[in-house]
């Protein structure tokens, strides 16, 4: 009789299809207990991509549970972007996070009931202690100009770019983690990277998947090699790790200071609550310790392994190696490279002079050479422009209308506020208007290689709808588990020509004019996006471009190694070596 109602069942599941029974979209067959984990590759949006192309613009798939895609441009925008609150909530990996941190603690897999809290404080809490500023971008700056004097004096070496990035960058994530400023070859980066590198095999590996459907195998892992004690040991020791440096910086903390990392801020909240007599709510150790692991775990290797993958397609692309250099040659010189280098010229709206003297009294100190007035620029531009050669006045006459226009708007607009050029000018910086617009191969290079390209997680943080909704006629339940896999609209070929192919070209419009592209979206999209993208995009142009000013990147051998890349939950080029020859 249970075989009869069991085959039944199948026969009823087989025809109807069980997304189409439980309500959701349709898509791949799942089978029973494993879904559509035969079709699991780490580089999944080729395999998504085909199931879009079959089953339209939203499909579930079954991982091994079952999860909703959404890997369309508009329908990410439409949906996850215009409804936040609706996608706010992640599918938390409750097992996991029971391992690795004793509970939903931190900043990515946190109680969904403390995300808005937890997130506002840290956004707050991070401008406060320096993203955006001048003092960090100095500090990012000085971390790029130790590694390039390193690897100018490599010679004849043979040249591993990850010790230097990953000490550069693990200096300034650790510093605003912490606020400790660490030597730049301490012992502490170095073994914290081995560990998250031993240990996320180990995490993203398939046990991991189906522990969080089936938590009773945590009872039998001894038939799978043990995973789970193996883990343990190296989260016990990083966790360790974070745990000592908390304990330094409390050592030195004063509640009555501006914060000087988020750890200080942390710490200036727990002692807020404790004198006003309030419970402590969600500010306790726990959620410190598991915070500070991971904005440190999130703003370290990400940007490591994007900054060695440019490094990488430098000697596989020689001609724009020669084209970025050339351009920084030309816009930037031997002067520092500073993140405004990128941004586009005041125009009166955002850079009131009350701002603008702030940011200038910020940078006089670093940048004394630098200040300019008005007339200056606009001399300096008609002179830059004289020099050029014929095929290059054609852009640059295209830029030196702009950047007339966009200086006549902002004298108008301060006009209109009763303000006079002289009473600003001493504050314009020189190099302010040699801006994205003229880093144009600089740009469409990070756009293309590092921000549709890059893709740092294969695989996107899972989403819990907070409520019914519906998509494209389909009804979502309250509850549902959804994907926003942004990285698919970058690989898609319905969006972009030949995807896999690196291009900075296709960010450069006819005029000559770098564009930027909404479609692109490496720190996601929504309510639960990168927190750390400001940070990460400075450090980013400012390490790249002073890279590029200073070292000239060459294959050991006749040919460039391969771009092949690693996966676990983040992605990374593989091992490679180099080849340096300083610049200047
Ligand atoms: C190039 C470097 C980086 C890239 C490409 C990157 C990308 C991402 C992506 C794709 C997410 C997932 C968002 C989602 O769930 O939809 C994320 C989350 C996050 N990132 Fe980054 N990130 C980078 C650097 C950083 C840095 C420097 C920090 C901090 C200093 C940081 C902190 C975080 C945090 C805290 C989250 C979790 C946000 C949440 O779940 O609410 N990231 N990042």
Redesign the pocket.
């Known amino acids: 009789m249970l075989i009869v109602l069991l085959l039944a069942i199948a026969v009823v599941v087989y025809h109807y299809g069980i997304n189409r029974i439980l309500g959701l979209p349709p898509g791949p067959p799942p089978l029973p207990l494993i879904g559509n984990m035969l079709s699991f590759r780490w580089d999944l949006d080729n395999v998504l991509l085909d199931w879009k192309a079959r089953y339209g613009r939203v499909f579930t798939v079954w991982l091994p549970a079952p999860m909703v895609v959404i890997g369309d441009h508009q329908l990410l925008q439409e949906h996850v972007v215009k409804n936040g609150d609706v996608y706010l909530a992640?599918k938390n990996p409750e097992q996991f996070m029971d391992i690795m941190s004793g509970g939903l603690y931190g900043?990515?897999f946190e109680d969904n009931d403390m995300?808005k809290e937890q997130?506002k404080f840290?956004m707050k809490s991070?401008h406060e202690v320096g993203f955006g500023s001048a003092a960090l971008e100095d500090t990012v700056h000085n971390n790029a100009l130790e590694t390039v004097s390193r690897w100018k004096k490599s010679g004849e070496e043979v040249v591993d770019v990850t010790e230097n990035i990953m000490k550069s960058i693990g200096n300034v994530?650790w510093n605003?983690t912490f606020g400790i400023t660490l030597d730049f070859d301490n012992e502490i980066v170095p073994t914290y990277r081995r560990l998250q590198q031993d240990s996320i095999p180990l995490m993203a590996g398939p046990f991991m998947m189906f522990i969080e459907m089936f938590p009773f195998l945590r009872n039998l892992e001894f038939l799978f090699g043990n995973p789970i004690k193996k883990l343990k040991v190296m989260l016990d020791k990083s966790n360790g790790m974070t745990v000592d440096a908390i304990r330094t910086t409390e050592k030195s903390f004063n509640p009555d200071n501006q914060p000087s990392s988020y750890v200080e801020a942390f710490l200036r909240e727990m002692k807020k609550n404790e004198e006003a007599g309030k419970p402590m709510g969600n500010f306790h150790f726990d959620q410190l310790r598991n915070a500070a692991a991971?904005?440190w775990g999130?703003?370290f290797d990400?940007?490591v392994g994007?900054l060695r993958m440019c490094c990488l397609e430098l000697i596989n692309h020689s001609d724009v190696q020669m084209k970025l250099q050339k351009e920084i040659d030309e816009v930037i010189g031997e002067r520092r490279v500073v993140n405004d280098d990128q941004k586009q010229l005041p125009n009166g709206k955002k850079h009131r002079p009350d701002e603008a003297e702030k940011r200038m009294r910020e940078r006089k100190d670093i940048l004394p050479a630098q200040i300019m007035t008005f007339d200056q620029i606009r001399n300096r531009i008609t002179t830059l422009l004289s020099q050029k050669k014929e095929h290059q006045r054609k852009v640059h006459g295209n830029r030196q209308r702009r950047y007339v226009k966009l200086i006549d708007d902002f004298e108008r607009d301060l006009a209109e506020e009763g303000i006079s050029l002289d009473d600003i000018e001493e504050e314009v910086d020189l190099e302010r208007p040699l801006d994205e617009d003229d880093l144009i191969i600089t740009s469409g290079e990070i756009y293309d290689l590092i921000y549709r390209l890059?893709n740092?997680?294969p695989i996107?943080?899972l989403r819990k709808t907070t409520q019914d909704t519906e998509i494209e006629g389909y009804r979502i339940a309250s509850g549902t588990t959804v994907l926003?896999q942004f990285s698919m609209v970058h690989a898609d070929p319905n969006e972009f020509e030949r995807p896999d192919y690196f291009c900075p070209d296709r960010h450069i419009d006819d005029a000559g004019a770098f564009i930027k592209d909404p479609r692109i979206t490496?720190?996601?999209?929504?309510k639960?996006?990168?927190?750390?993208?400001t940070?990460?995009r400075m450090?980013?142009f400012v390490m790249f471009a002073t890279f590029v000013q200073n070292c000239h990147f060459t294959p050991v051998g006749k040919v460039p190694p391969a771009v092949e890349f690693n996966y676990g939950f983040t992605r990374s080029v593989n091992h490679f070596d180099v080849k340096i020859e300083p610049r200047n």
């Not at 490496?522 to 929504?526: D, H, Q, V």
């Not at 639960?528 to 993208?533: D, F, M, P, T, V």
């Open positions: 992640k900043l990515v995300v997130r840290a991070l994530v605003v991971t904005i999130a703003g990400t940007t994007l890059g740092v997680l996107n943080f926003p490496p720190f996601s999209i929504g639960r996006a990168c927190l750390g993208e940070l990460a450090e980013i």
